[in-house]
């Protein structure tokens, strides 16, 4: 059995999407999805703080293992079970491959704070426009150097899908509530080959409606 921690439309999406493209529902299933809703009190009760140093999803026990923190989760599944999906070391493509998966989460973390602060926090408490507007200026320069690395390219690397790409889909599902990506031609076409992938429909097909925004794009809120 495979069992995920895992908050709809969260980071969580990457395991849960890589889960289906590699296969290993089928393989090694069935699939249990532990499901939580952030700041509920579930978070803080039954397996996840055992699992989470950080009581954060994702998690996931597989295969007799525990594990924490979604860029270490894909790299494992990749290592193990799907390494058609990763690049070896002393490949050429290996380095670019770490900086992508590494990549991810740095742009990860702005579209994370971005939710904190328009999205989470309710009044009394405000966000900050000064800081909102430089994240969102963060954000926005991390997706310019996406469109302009990516070039003609279907996917991250030359060599074609990998697992880089499979760390970028919460990303880019995110970041346009944020940045609207017309903008960027090749990153919305890049968006589009996502979530054309089978695999990505099926994942998507099992998170059910987005529940998570409660609007289509949040401005930076007027000082």
Known sequence: MIRLHHVPYGRSFRVLWLLEETGLIDRLGPLEIVAYRIGAPEMREGDLPRLSPANRIPAIEIDGLEMSESGAIVEYLVETHAPE????PGTCERPAYLQ???????????????????????????????????????????????????????????????????????????????????????????????????????AVAREGPQRFYAQDFYPVPEG
Do not use: C
């Not at 346009?176 to 099926?202: C, M, T």
């Open 85 to 88: 999906l990763g690049r070896a």
């Open 100 to 202: 992508w998966i590494h990549y991810a989460e740095t742009q990860a973390s702005l579209i994370e704070n971005l939710n904190l602060q328009l999205v989470f926090l309710r009044p009394p408490a405000k966000p900050s426009p000064v800081v909102a507007k430089l994240t969102v200026a963060r954000l926005r320069q991390t997706l310019a150097g996406m469109e302009a690395r990516l070039g003609d390219r279907d996917w991250l690397l030359p060599g074609g899908f990998s697992a880089a790409d499979v760390m970028m889909g919460f990303n880019l599902f995110a970041a346009p509530y944020y940045v609207p990506l017309d903008g960027f031609p090749r990153l919305a076409a890049y968006k589009a080959r996502i979530e054309a992938r089978p695999a990505h429909r099926r």
